[in-house]
């Protein structure tokens, strides 16, 4: 194997073990030391990669908003109905968030600490799935498919519904009476149960649209 392969997969590696720690122990709490130990180098070896700790927070905040960003543009920009692209937000989200169990910790951990959301490497990821977001909910109240409601309130709502779920595991273990919540069969009945909740409150009915545009 080349030097350029091999700095590589050690770099995605450190970020691999460094998303654990951060999840884990949130900023302040994870060790660089700690991160070296489990990648198997030295913790010096870490800076040639990140020059410092909050490099590397950085790096891996950065890595899990690309792959949110390219989930919510790959179901709301895809073809079909607005109530089609509506339960495909919904799954992808979900399934994302089950499959990264690391995701929903950090997450919750960043909107508690609102000052890591100042990095300018950061913005724009957040802000691009923030406002493919809303625009995909607006024009599905435009095309008369979506209630009327507040765009921001149905963002809120459905971060809540999906990031705490697994951010929270032995909290939603408890409450729903099952062992572990990122089994096959648990992940398939959140991914329905979310579905039918924000569905039926989202969607309009074929009598409600054929009555025209709800008032706002």
Not at 154 to 176: D, E, K, M, P
Request: aromatic share 10%; hydrophobic share 40%.
């Amino acid at each position: 194997m080349s030097d350029e392969p091999r700095s590589l997969d050690t770099r995605n590696k450190i970020l691999e073990v460094a998303e654990g720690e951060f999840a884990r122990a949130g900023y302040d709490g994870a060790h660089l030391q700690r991160i070296a130990e489990q990648v198997g180098v030295q913790k010096t070896a870490l800076y040639y990669y990140f020059p410092s700790k909050a490099a590397l927070y950085t790096a891996v905040l950065l890595r899990m908003l690309e792959a949110f960003e390219a989930a919510v543009r790959t179901a709301t920009e895809g073809p079909g109905s607005p109530n089609e692209r509506l339960e495909r937000l919904l799954a992808v989200l979900n399934d994302l968030l089950a499959e990264r169990r690391n995701y929903s910790q950090i997450l919750i951990r960043v909107f508690v600490d609102r000052a890591q959301l100042l990095d300018e490497l950061l913005n724009p990821p957040i802000q691009s799935v923030i406002g493919r977001i809303l625009r995909f909910y607006q024009e599905g109240v435009e095309a008369g498919a979506f209630r009327r409601m507040s765009s921001r309130h149905f963002f809120q709502s459905l971060l809540g519904a999906t990031v705490f779920h697994y951010a929270a595991r032995n909290f939603s273990a408890g409450v729903l009476g099952v062992d572990d919540i990122f089994t096959h069969s648990s992940v398939n009945w959140r991914r329905e149960e979310l579905a039918k909740m924000l569905k039926q409150g989202v969607l309009l009915s074929p009598e409600e649209r054929g009555q025209g545009p709800e008032k706002a």
